[in-house]
């Protein structure tokens, strides 16, 4: 798997460097990054622009590119053991999921379960700064199997939705949670939300209605983690 980007590659030669498996430099670099690169132990892999633009499908890839060991999935039975878990249902854009994955990571919650049959993770890892690969994420195609299984080991679903109740007039007690969201354009379905046991939501202001979905979930996510309980 090959991941691009600055930000991305120092990312992992940080916290990942077990999951390296080419460095890759398509330009020369500031002394400091250098240093850091030299120090990480890998052979540096001089690319000309060509080739760097061929790995990279075209895209900006700043002259840092690594080659990474493939994306290992986690079972949902592993996240079943878990508190705080967040769902991803009908979702598409790979922006929008690794920048969920990043606030995920960095908020403490405790694993991600994408609804459908693949998930183009270079992108999720490149979006999320690296932070999904500190994330176990589960791959399933049904949700209504994983509502069930999830329901069956005690957790309490909470589905999204501009009409639902305010995050902020809410508390929340101990227990295993799970926040569902929906589609950029279209949220989630009556059928999925029918399903979950309680529907939350943003009050907004100034006549306007409707947020980023990963700037909704930030706000949704810290709320849930950080409420008094």
Known sequence: ????????????????KDLIDELYLAKECDKESFKKIANSGF???????????????????????????????SSLDELKKKEFLVLLCGISD???????????????????????????MEGVIRASSGGALGLSIVLSPNVFDVFNELKQA????????SSG??????????GKKVLVLGSEGFGLPKKIV??????IGIKMKNNFDSLNVSVAFAILCDRMINAKL
Do not use: P, W
């Not at 309490?156 to 939705?161: G, H, N, S, V, W």
């Open 1 to 16: 798997m090959i991941v691009y980007g600055k930000q991305v590659f120092f990312s992992i030669l940080e916290y990942h």
């Open 43 to 73: 052979k540096v892999q001089k690319l000309d622009s060509k080739t760097a633009q061929a790995l990279s499908k075209g895209k900006n890839h700043q002259g840092f590119l690594l080659k990474i060991k493939e994306f290992e999935f």
């Open 94 to 120: 790979v922006g929008n999921i690794g920048s969920i994955a990043r606030t995920a990571y960095s908020l403490g919650v405790d694993g991600l379960v994408f609804i459908g049959q693949r998930l183009a």
């Open 154 to 161: 005690g957790f309490k679903l909470f589905a999204t939705d």
């Open 165 to 174: 109740n305010d995050i902020h007039n809410l508390n929340f007690v101990k």
């Open 194 to 199: 029918r399903k979950c046991d309680e529907c």
